[in-house]
C-alpha cells in the first residue's frame, strides 16, 4: 500500500493554465507538505498543514493555493501558470509537525512542465 | 536562513570502492538529517544525527556528527549500484514546525 500518493505523476501544460496536484496520505500523521524541487535538484518547502491548518506558509507566489479537506488530503492550486513554475513537486506527512525525530514521508513527485 | 553546503556535487565510482560526502554549515545545527532519492521517487530517510560526535551505522554507511554540530559526513563502505542516488542532508529546526532545509546534494553514481 502507497503510503503517500500524488496525482497526476506528470503534468504537462501551457503557460497560463490552472492546475491542481493531488496528495494523499494512509498514514494517519497529522502534518502534510509541499516541496518544489528544481531543475538543479534544490528541494524547498512551500506549504506546510497541521489538523487541516497552515502552519507553514513559506515566500511562495500567490498564484499557489494549498487545500487540505482532511488530515489526509492537501492539494494544491496553481493559477496562471508560468515558466519558472517547471518542477517537481512532492509532497510530504509527518506524524507531528515538531520533534527533531520525527520522520517526512514523501510521496513520489508530480512532474510538472510549462511551455 | 542557515546554508547548508553539501561536497561533492557529483561522484562518480566503481562498485567495491568507498565514498565519503560532507555537509557543512557556518551555524551550530540543530539537528540534521540524511536522505537518499532515487530517480523519479522522493527522498527517504536514512538517519537523524542530533548529539555532537555522534556516529550511527546503518548496514554499510556510517555517518557522524561534528563536535561543534557545524558539520556532518556519510561515509558509504564497498559501494554498490544500489547506492546510486541523490544523498541530500536537511537541518531540522526545532522552532519551525517540522521545517525542513535541504543542501543541494550530492549525486552518486556508482558503476558495476
Known amino acids: 500500500d502507497t503510503a503517500v500518493s500524488q496525482t497526476p505523476k506528470y503534468l504537462v501544460t501551457q503557460m497560463g493554465n490552472d492546475k491542481s496536484i493531488k496528495c494523499e496520505q494512509n498514514l494517519g500523521h497529522d502534518t502534510m507538505y509541499w516541496y518544489k524541487q528544481d531543475s538543479k535538484k534544490f528541494l524547498k518547502i512551500m506549504f506546510s498543514y497541521n489538523n487541516k491548518e497552515l502552519i507553514i506558509n513559506e515566500t511562495v507566489p500567490n498564484r499557489f493555493s494549498p487545500k487540505s479537506p482532511d488530515k489526509a488530503h492537501l492539494n494544491l492550486h496553481i493559477n496562471s501558470l508560468e515558466l519558472g513554475d517547471s518542477a517537481v513537486y512532492f509532497c510530504?506527512?509527518?506524524?507531528?509537525?515538531?520533534?527533531?525525530?520525527?520522520?517526512?514521508?514523501f510521496g513520489p513527485g508530480t512532474r510538472l512542465t510549462v511551455l | 536562513t542557515q546554508l547548508l553546503e553539501q561536497s561533492p556535487q557529483f561522484l562518480s565510482i566503481q562498485e567495491g570502492e568507498n565514498l565519503t560526502v560532507y555537509c557543512n554549515s557556518s551555524s551550530v545545527f540543530s539537528s540534521l538529517q540524511w536522505y537518499r532519492q532515487e530517480p523519479g521517487e522522493g527522498p527517504v530517510l536514512l538517519v537523524t544525527?542530533?548529539?555532537?560526535?555522534e556516529v550511527k551505522k546503518l548496514k554499510r554507511l556510517t555517518f557522524q556528527f561534528g563536535d561543534a554540530r557545524k558539520d556532518s559526513s556519510l561515509h558509504i563502505t564497498a559501494a554498490q549500484t544500489g547506492d546510486t542516488g541523490l544523498y541530500l542532508c536537511?537541518?531540522?529546526?526545532?522552532?519551525?514546525?517540522?521545517?525542513?532545509?535541504f543542501g543541494a546534494g550530492t549525486q552518486v553514481v556508482v558503476t558495476p
Open positions: 510530504a506527512s509527518s506524524q507531528t509537525s515538531g520533534g527533531v525525530l520525527d520522520e517526512q514521508f
Open positions: 544525527v542530533v548529539t555532537g560526535g
Open positions: 536537511a537541518e531540522k529546526t526545532t522552532d519551525s514546525w517540522g521545517k525542513l532545509q
